[in-house]
């Protein structure tokens, strides 16, 4: 069993940055692929970056590729999502999520057995 704690959300101008934290407690976070989703009003939960265990995979939405960056320090069992460029269109809740096996950095939300509470991020223009 794994929880999940995201942090880092806020309020921010378009074309600034904001860097999301998730720290993994129960089972370590080298235990598995990590991934981050978000949802916007009216929207459907949406794949923005994943992850393998040991950080060697990543993988983007395309919406988001090459303005955001997923990273992870399984020492101190966390999660990253450092976000640059951010445009009204990335507010949403951001999730992050979970899933063993940990070598497959999954896009599909339904492989991912644990999830935080969600953090918001709203971007004005």
């Known amino acids: 069993q794994a929880q999940l704690a995201e942090s880092g959300g806020g309020l921010v101008q378009a074309g600034g940055s904001l860097t999301l934290s998730c720290v993994v407690s129960?089972?370590?976070?080298?235990?598995?692929?990590m991934a981050w989703f978000r949802q916007a009003p009216g929207k459907e939960r949406a794949f923005v970056a994943a992850?393998?265990?040991?950080?060697?995979?990543?993988d983007y939405g395309e919406s988001v590729k090459s303005r955001f960056t997923i990273s992870r320090d399984n020492a101190a069992n966390t999660l990253y999502l450092q976000m640059n460029s951010l445009k009204v269109e990335d507010t949403a809740v951001y999730y992050c999520?979970?899933?063993?096996?940990?070598?497959?950095?999954?896009?599909?939300?339904?492989?991912?057995?644990?999830w935080g509470q969600g953090t918001q991020v709203t971007v004005s223009s």
């Open positions: 992850i393998t265990s040991n950080g060697g995979t990543t």
């Open positions: 999520s979970a899933t063993w096996p940990p070598w497959n950095a999954e896009r599909n939300f339904n492989k991912y057995q644990y």
């Open positions: 129960g089972r370590g976070a080298s235990n598995y692929a």
